[in-house]
């Protein structure tokens, strides 16, 4: 009886692949407000590759050469300090009412915008003539464009649009969009803001102090651990996954990343702690990616120093949004590698493990791109589901249901034993 309990808690309760406490542990760390976003206000991202590091060496993999860190130089503007913008008495609040542009200048300044609607920020002709006539008043000093109900079409037309605009004056987009932040590694010369049509009054003055620094060589790491396969020799399979996120927008706001790429981070551990315990033929490097929303900048410096051979990469996996699943997952390059694809579709039918696995082309939106342009055969997979935070404050470690974590698992190990 007590032996047939145990198996039925093996089967049921995922004990075979992973821990969802063990999970849950690494996931709430990695969005904690000590690692800062893991972005480069406060060298929040050497502080989770240090975490990272330390994990490696407690599931028992090897680094490659003297440590665990591949180190790798980068620019990106950053805003450590002072997020203030004001307009009458109403504090706005970053990341809720309001987004500087990851590229924005900082400044201490009175902003007293002209309105500008879309029909004239799309006509280059009335557009040069309203920026010429700002700058030759002094009624207004900045531009308010109003993006108020844009189709997508428009957007892509206004696309780039602001922050050239921003390289003669300050601007502000006022949207009624959803706030989504990135990582720069340029500076423009004057701010740049986001601001929620629901909170801005067009022409009214505001007040905006904003502290922005441009790090010129900033150092990231790459984070890389070694597992031994039963086999010394043939070819490696890589998993991978970015742990750095957005950082802070200042000194009380951060981005959590948690399912953008906490999770995916928790499952590269995941798989090297099951690999580790259930070894295969083939040897596996585990690298967990710094710089991917900078510009996927560290998989690029990987690709171009390689520290495992690329000829001698049989598969690569990258993990990325790993957090829910209710709707699935996404493999990216389904359509490159077909017979890999079909072999991880009838191991789920068999297993009966993911709800649906959707196909998808080439892309170029994570780490795995550098690899596929390098003719290296990779797959990215995503989870999808309801949880549609992403790139902003609202990506947080409890809004992350992590359905499907222990079957998509289960699917990758499988699918890993047979490449
Ligand atoms: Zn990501």
């Known amino acids: 009886m007590r032996k047939l309990l145990l198996l039925l808690l093996i089967l049921n309760g995922g004990f075979t692949f992973c821990q969802i406490e063990e999970v849950r542990r690494i996931t709430q760390q990695l969005c904690s407000p000590e690692l800062n976003g893991r972005g480069y206000v406060n ?134 969009r959803k706030l989504t932040w990135s990582v720069s590694s340029e500076q423009l010369k004057y701010p740049l803001l986001q601001i929620q049509d629901s909170v801005f009054v067009f022409d009214e003055a505001l007040t905006i102090e904003i502290e922005a620094e441009q790090l010129t060589d900033y150092r990231s790491n790459n984070v890389i651990g070694y597992l031994p396969g ?82 001698k990469i049989s598969f690569v996996l990258n993990l990325d949004i790993m957090g829910s699943g209710e709707e699935g997952i996404t493999v990216v390059n389904a359509t490159l590698f077909e017979s890999e694809f079909k072999e991880l579709q009838q191991i789920n039918q068999e297993q009966k493990l993911i709800s649906h696995i959707k196909s998808r082309g080439p892309a170029a939106n994570s780490d795995h791109y550098w690899f596929t342009q390098m003719n290296v055969p990779a797959f990215f997979i995503y989870t999808m589901g309801p949880n549609k935070n992403y790139h902003d404050i609202f990506d947080t470690y409890e809004n992350l249901s992590f359905v499907e974590y222990q079957d998509l698992v289960a699917l990758l190990c499988a699918f890993t034993k047979q490449l």
């Open 43 to 176: 060298k929040g991202d050497s502080l989770a590759a240090a975490f990272i590091a330390a994990e490696f060496s407690k599931i028992g993999l090897k680094p490659i050469g003297d440590s665990y860190f591949q180190e790798f130089q980068h620019s990106v503007n950053t805003f450590p300090g002072k997020m203030l913008v004001k307009q009458n008495n109403r504090i706005l609040i970053p990341g809720v009412h309001f987004l500087v542009d990851a590229g924005s200048a900082g400044g201490k300044m009175q902003l007293k915008p002209k309105r500008i609607p879309i029909s004239i920020a799309l006509n280059t002709e009335k557009l040069i003539q309203e920026i010429q006539a700002i700058s030759n008043g002094t009624t207004y000093n900045s531009i308010a464009f109003d993006f108020r109900k844009l189709s997508s079409d428009t957007l892509r037309k206004i696309n780039g649009l602001t922050r050239k605009i921003a390289g003669i004056m300050p601007v502000i987009e006022v949207t009624d």
């Open 230 to 311: 039963k086999r010394k020799w043939g070819k490696k399979v890589i998993y991978s996954a970015h742990y750095d996120h957005l950082g802070r927008m200042g000194e009380e706001t951060y981005f959590p990343g948690a399912n953008d790429n906490a999770s995916g981070t928790a499952m590269l551990l995941s798989m090297a702690n099951y690999f580790k315990k259930n070894p295969i033929n083939r040897s596996i490097v585990f690298i967990a990616f710094a710089g991917e929303e900078a510009g996927l900048v560290g998989s690029k410096y990987f690709v171009q120093n390689p520290l495992v051979k690329l000829k």
